[in-house]
């Protein structure tokens, strides 16, 4: 490739990913040449700009037509507008928290947390443009990479260095079982560009392999599934979000499990939606009742074993599991709805999740103790940051008149929706949701009816304060009036690119 071709590439339409590299680039040469007594507090004003200039780039976007750069590699499509839509929203407000926290001893680290951070964000934008193997696993170690270091930023806490260890040997086995997987489909189809993929295995000739065919998609998906913590490969989770600081556990609750979904989405659809079963049926089609086990599953593991949680971080950490579980099941489906109920859920998922934990931050840093009975007598030492909490737990447990219910009621219908509709799997939602009761109510039960040890008025942060106002007043919004996301999605992301080659534009 010459320079002549170097330069006519339309770069712009990576804007968003530049932004988000030079801030990580300026944060890091800062963060070097600072003095070691200074504070590196104002990084993350400079990292909040990063965050801001790239949202503003992506909003110039959405009246862009689709366009690829080196062959569909990288895209930009209204599938990777609207994750990174998600993405960028997400990372903006876990920043806000960031800067709020507390780190102690650690706080010499600070300026590493910040462009760690964004080099996560930068990985998981990739994984949403991503249009072929190679742009889609560097995209994923990107994010896994700076999620490990991340994880184990508390270097002089046991339980930080034990997350992190064991987020990096746990992710690296995923990471080579997605590879392993991947190199069959490779070997399948000589490809590693989705669309390339999708087409060759519309051959007839693969017919002779099916049963390889099989086993890459059931290998590809148990790696990927990593990412988004689906039972059976849920386990790392809690260990890693209770030793992990408090901002990174919602940057993995959030922003990770949106870049897994996304690329769940993107491989398995562009790969596998034409290609032949074993009994020539539709892949996507006979692996239905094997997903909505695993669906079922994880909605049943995350539920069942959040009720004997008292540590907040592991119970939301099972939660989290238990999320995940609910937001497979329009996967499990293929709908026509599945696009726009999987976006939605997650739109919601991150203004509920996030602001329960601005305020488990608040709580936490004043009662001293991660266990769920620092949340006694929360009602008289800050009224508002009751509110706000119980607001978003009936949105986690999907009560009418939030966003977690409006997200639900949506995977529901587009579980009973296909044909055949997905009884069972219905089934086990409606079930999971009123176990989840037990333990989510628990947590209002010790805020409003119990009293606790610690009475002094809780001293509120600005920045924690303005994240659970934030939060609190969009989950109730969009309980209410659900249709202004959908209408935005429609009319800003039209999904027909989705399933085309884009060329060089």
């Known amino acids: 490739m010459d320079l002549h071709t170097l330069t006519s590439m339309n770069w712009g339409i990576m ?4 932004a988000i590299l030079g801030t990580a680039i300026i944060l890091s040469l800062l963060d070097l040449f600072m003095p070691r007594t200074q504070s590196r507090r104002p990084l993350g004003i400079l990292a909040i700009a990063g965050i801001a200039a790239a949202f503003i780039f992506l909003y110039l976007q959405f009246g862009h037509e689709g366009a690829s750069l080196f062959h569909d590699m990288y895209r930009l499509d209204s599938f990777s507008k609207a994750f990174k839509l998600i993405l960028l929203l997400g990372t903006g407000l876990i920043l806000i928290l960031a800067y709020d926290y507390r780190m102690n001893e650690e706080e010499e680290y600070r300026g590493e947390f910040y462009y760690l951070l964004l080099t996560a964000l930068l990985g998981a934008m990739f994984m949403a443009s991503s249009g072929d193997m190679i742009t889609l696993f560097i995209g994923l170690e990107l994010l896994s990479l700076s999620s490990y270091v991340m994880a184990g930023m508390r ?3 046991l339980e930080s260095n034990e997350a992190a260890f064991k987020y990096v040997v746990t992710g690296g086995i995923s990471t080579a079982i997605t590879m392993f997987g991947m190199s069959y489909v490779f070997g399948l189809t000589g490809e590693t560009n989705l669309y390339a993929v999708g087409a060759a295995l519309r051959d007839t000739s693969i017919l002779q392999n ?3 065919l099989v086993f890459a998609f059931f290998i590809t998906f148990a790696g990927l599934t990593f990412k988004i913590a689906s039972a059976p490969f849920h386990m790392w989770a809690p260990d890693v979000y209770q030793g992990s600081p408090l901002p990174v556990t919602a940057f993995l609750s959030v922003v990770s499990k949106t870049a897994g979904f996304a690329i769940i989405l993107r491989f398995f659809l562009l790969c596998f939606s034409s290609a032949p079963g074993i009994k ?3 892949l996507l089609l006979q692996v239905q009742p094997y997903l909505a086990v695993l669906a079922g599953a994880t909605m049943i593991a995350g539920n069942v074993i959040a009720l004997r949680q008292r540590n907040i971080k592991r119970l939301f950490a099972y939660s989290s599991v238990a999320q995940a579980g609910y937001i497979l099941v329009p996967f ?3 709908s026509a709805l599945l696009f726009e109920t999987t976006w939605f859920y ?3 998922y991150l203004f509920m999740n996030i602001g329960a934990f601005a305020v488990i931050q608040e709580v936490t840093a004043a009662s001293g103790t991660n ?4 949340f006694a007598g929360l009602y008289k030492r800050s009224p508002w940051l ?6 978003f737990i009936l949105s986690l447990a999907g009560i009418p008149a939030t966003a977690g219910f409006a997200g639900k009621f949506g995977i529901f219908m587009n579980a009973l929706g296909t044909n055949p509709g997905h009884y069972i799997l219905a089934g086990i939602l409606m079930a999971g949701t009123v176990v989840s009761y037990f333990y989510y109510f628990n947590i209002i039960g010790q805020m409003f009816f119990r009293s606790g040890q610690e009475e002094r008025a809780i001293q509120h942060k600005k920045g924690l304060l303005f994240v659970t106002a934030l939060c609190a007043a969009a989950t109730v919004f969009f309980g209410i009036f659900p249709g202004t996301a959908l209408h935005f999605f429609y009319n800003e992301f039209h999904l027909t690119d989705f399933f085309q080659t884009l060329g060089q534009k």
Do not use: H
């Not at 266990?371 to 620092?374: L, Q, R």
């Open 15 to 18: 804007a968003p990913e530049f």
């Open 155 to 157: 270097k002089r806490k």
């Open 210 to 212: 099916q049963f390889l």
């Open 280 to 282: 020539g049926d539709p």
């Open 332 to 334: 499990v489906s293929v």
């Open 346 to 348: 997650l739109l919601a």
């Open 371 to 374: 266990d769920i009975s620092g």
């Open 386 to 391: 009751a509110v706000a909490m119980t607001i």
